[in-house]
């Protein structure tokens, strides 16, 4: 059965977004103006802006603010400039503003990202040996809502370790509500999920073992839902998540996770002190 008017409608503003998308990507170095963005798809600007919000669950101003912090996280991982330089690079002309916006997406400041980013990674590699799950959840909060979530990739594709998590925005500028890398493991339940509104995501980590590539995520498999998952009064949610190539208009990961890794390991390691003490 073919697609009714409305339908058709819906899937072609939602395919044209993603164009729009994928063009911005193309033009991360030119400053576009919204007004020429519409006029070269045939919108109004305020209606463009309006709909690619709507259809791609987040702004073109924090699409791109995320293009240009993808842009600044490379510069710094490849030690190709200092941060000023690399802060011009990403289109930023107040070391300040980029230093800011920087920190709120990775978690880190531009200066100690590559430090923190080196250790995390060396830790990382260590892990592939290990099967299980490493969490990252607020150990004090108690709820009966849950996700079991169960991972697909590919056949014969034998993934290293996947990220899975519930963020506040479709576009991640802070660690997840709560989260877990998955190594050698493709399903599992999270428990005591708080109260809220939240995106389901998933990347893949380590496919490619040199370092740049697991913090400049531009071929990993990945997943992300297009709306959020309410979650209240003892929600219970049964997600597949069907691993993929990354699209030409998906958002770039930010977030660093393999340093969020560590430390929820090294945290669970100091409550786990502190419970033998106690």
């Known amino acids: 059965m073919g697609l009714n008017k409305w339908e058709r409608s819906k899937s072609m503003s939602k395919a044209i977004m993603e164009e729009v998308a994928a063009y911005l990507r193309q033009h991360t170095d030119q400053e576009l103006s919204l007004t020429d963005l519409a006029q070269y798809f045939h919108y109004s600007p305020s209606h463009l ?53 920087f920190k709120r997406h990775t978690g880190l400041s531009p200066k100690k990202y590559y430090q923190e980013s080196t250790k995390a ?31 697909s990739y590919p056949e014969g594709y034998e993934p290293r370790i996947s990220c899975v998590g519930l963020f506040k925005t479709r576009i991640p500028k802070e660690e997840p509500i709560i989260g877990v890398a998955l190594s050698q493991e493709r399903q599992f339940t999270f428990e005591n999920v708080p109260d809220g509104h939240y995106y389901l995501l998933a990347c893949e980590l380590l496919a490619d073992l040199r370092l740049t590539k697991n913090y400049v995520l531009k071929h990993n498999f990945r997943w992300g839902s297009d709306g959020p998952l309410t979650f209240s009064c003892n929600s219970i949610y049964q997600e597949e998540i069907i691993m993929r190539r990354p699209l030409p208009s998906d958002p770039p990961i930010t977030v660093n996770l393999p340093v969020l890794i560590m430390r929820s390991l090294a945290k669970q390691a100091q409550l786990r002190i502190r419970k033998f003490l106690s």
């Open 49 to 101: 802006s309006r709909t690619f919000k709507k259809k791609m669950g987040f702004s073109i101003k924090q699409y791109v603010e995320a293009l240009k912090m993808e842009k600044g996280i490379q510069e710094i991982v490849e030690g190709r400039q200092n941060v000023t330089e690399t802060s011009m690079e990403a289109g930023y002309d107040s070391l300040g503003s980029f230093s800011n916006t």
């Open 121 to 151: 990674y060396d830790f990382m590699v260590k892990q592939l040996d290990e099967k299980g799950a490493f969490l990252h959840q607020d150990p004090d909060c108690k709820s009966g809502n849950r996700l079991t979530v169960a991972l």
